[in-house]
């Protein structure tokens, strides 16, 4: 058998009816046949792996206790074979028949090239807050992007631009793997993404972004799920970066009123009902609050603090 061209890596567990869409929808690609599919699942219980069993090259298994966002994504990658590895979560749907060739064609393009990541687009049920939040968000944006760093002008960067800099997203991605056997990820539990992209640049590849390659990727969680995810990252954010988005108490107070009233204005003009505006109004506080206490119990080495499960 010839080496294919491109490896798929599909993270998952309890897909559901959603992953049977992204498999359908990597199916359907074209002018890519020689494409190998490498799964890593964390136990599922819900039949996803009996539908990537007869769907896929090779099925990684794992306990759900070991599932770590940069392990888990390493172990996968080490059982592909390709040049090239395209990292995907199973609820990121593919848009388009040449969804495959626009995502690889910045590394196919320019050798110096180390990761391109795709455009994400919310899911047609998600809300006007979601849609709002997401549109912010570097892999959103309609433009083009190729990027070259190195560690002193990142050091030079306020911290804010430094992580502009380095934006990048494992949602949907392809990286070089010969770039990875020298920069695999790290084990954390969020933003591997960020922290590898860091480290490209730094070594002095280039990162792209692809908004030709489109995903259909959106979440609306609970307030809580957010709070502990948002805590999460800006403690990684600011072990990466120095960034404190919210610093003191004050700017808390200040976050939490500008995003309610923001949030109001979104869900009013959504039509959204009384749960939609209560469900806005704790995401006000729970965003706002997860960016101050990740970023003051990074500051002050209090880690242990980070709340679990996410």
């Not at 992953?19 to 046949?33: E, F, H, K």
């Not at 922290?195 to 990162?207: E, F, M």
Request: aromatic share 6%; proline share 6%; with cysteine.
């Amino acid at each position: 058998m010839n080496r294919p061209l491109a490896s798929i890596v599909l993270v998952t567990r309890n897909g559901g009816q959603r992953l049977a869409a992204v498999l359908d929808a990597i199916d359907a690609q074209r002018g890519r046949g020689d494409v190998e599919m490498v799964a890593v699942d964390s136990g599922s219980t819900d039949g996803t792996r009996d539908r990537l069993a007869s769907r896929v090259d090779c099925l990684v298994e794992i306990d759900p206790r070991d599932f770590n966002h940069g392990a888990t994504r390493n172990r996968a990658i080490a059982a592909a074979t390709a040049p090239i590895v395209v990292l995907l979560v199973q609820d990121a749907v593919p848009r388009g028949p040449d969804w495959l060739d626009e995502l690889l064609a910045p590394l196919e393009r320019d050798p110096r090239v180390a990761g391109a990541c795709a455009r994400q687009v919310p899911r047609p049920d998600a809300s006007a807050v979601v849609r709002h939040h997401l549109d912010r968000w570097a892999a959103t944006r309609l433009e083009p992007r190729l990027v070259f760093a190195d560690a002193g002008r990142l050091d030079a960067l306020p911290p804010m631009e430094r992580l502009t800099l380095c934006s990048f997203d494992n949602v949907c991605a392809a990286i070089r793997r010969s770039v990875w056997e020298r920069h695999p990820f790290e084990t954390t539990p969020i933003a591997e993404d960020i922290a590898w992209a860091r480290d490209v640049l730094v070594a002095g590849h280039g990162l792209a972004y692809a908004p030709s390659a489109v995903v259909e990727h959106s979440h609306d969680r609970s307030a809580w799920y957010e709070l502990k995810r948002t805590w999460v990252l800006h403690q990684q954010l600011h072990r990466l970066f120095g960034l404190r988005t919210i610093p003191t108490p004050l700017h808390l107070a200040r976050a939490v009123a500008s995003t309610a009233a923001l949030h109001r204005r979104l869900v009013s003009a959504a039509g959204g009902g009384l749960a939609d505006h209560g469900r806005a109004a704790m995401l006000a506080v729970a965003w706002p609050l997860g960016q101050y206490v990740g970023g003051v119990t990074a500051a002050h080495g209090r880690t242990a603090w980070r709340p679990g499960g996410v």
